[in-house]
């Protein structure tokens, strides 16, 4: 098992450019989430899917879409990049139990530098 | 803004003494967990805590969840360089989204 695999790991961008960061999870998780990272933010929820056909937006969602492709991936799209979109960005997937979150498993992240 | 305050946000400490992180959400939370990040990595997750007044134990490391299921903590005895890493608290506010804390950065002088 790969658990969650995300690709690329290291991006430049220029700004105005577009790009789509992949994620695709091989535990078979109904749910789906994009997180950013900067310095002392913590990690702030940028989309989610809570099951396959569905998307809604999390925390910071601006300049940002997503695809649920199928149940494995999740997709996180920049349009047209911006410098404050510089951060490290990671995909997560669970299966949210009845009595609240359950605990999320984490890809190795992408960092994205936009000059 | 964030749900989850954590302090502090960086605790250096000497090889071999405890230290204690803290984690308060403005809500009640029906439950709480605490994932590590070492650096360069990736958050993995360390423990889940669901009842009031919870506490549990994983080797060095003793998590407790408030009363009122408003806090918890993370204490650590007898620091190695092996517990390097950013620690961070996450509880779910709304549904089952996690709201992560900013994080504290231990690092561990030798």
């Known amino acids: 098992n790969a658990g969650v695999t995300q690709t690329p790991k290291f991006q430049v961008l220029k700004t105005g450019q577009s790009m789509t960061l992949q994620c695709a999870q091989d535990?078979?998780?109904?749910?789906m989430y994009w997180y950013r990272q900067d310095p002392g933010m913590g990690l702030r929820l940028i989309y989610y899917?809570?099951?396959?056909?569905?998307?809604d937006k999390g925390e910071v969602p601006n300049g940002y879409n997503v695809s649920r492709l199928n149940k494995r991936e999740f997709s996180l799209r920049l349009e047209s990049a911006a410098p404050s979109q510089t951060s490290v960005y990671f995909c997560?997937?669970?299966?949210?139990?009845?009595?609240?979150?359950?605990?999320?498993?984490f890809g190795s992240g992408t960092q994205l530098s936009v000059l | 803004g964030q749900q989850v305050m954590q302090i502090p946000q960086y605790q250096h400490v000497q090889e071999g003494e405890d230290f204690t992180t803290y984690c308060n959400s403005s809500?009640?939370?029906?439950?709480i967990q605490w994932y590590k990040q070492r650096p360069g990595g990736h958050p993995v997750f360390l423990i889940q805590?669901?009842?009031?007044?919870e506490v549990k134990k994983q080797k060095r490391l003793t998590f407790q969840f408030g009363e009122a299921k408003k806090n918890s903590s993370l204490h650590i005895t007898a620091t190695q360089t092996t517990d390097v890493g950013t620690y961070f608290c996450?509880?779910?506010?709304?549904?089952?989204?996690?709201?992560f804390g900013a994080g504290t950065t231990v690092t561990v002088r030798a």
């Open positions: 997560a997937s669970n299966n949210p139990g009845t009595g609240g979150a359950e605990k999320l498993f």
């Open positions: 899917s809570a099951s396959e056909g569905t998307t």
């Open positions: 535990m078979n998780h109904n749910s």
């Open positions: 996450a509880g779910p506010p709304r549904g089952y989204k996690l709201s």
């Open positions: 805590l669901v009842k009031s007044g």
């Open positions: 809500t009640t939370l029906s439950n």
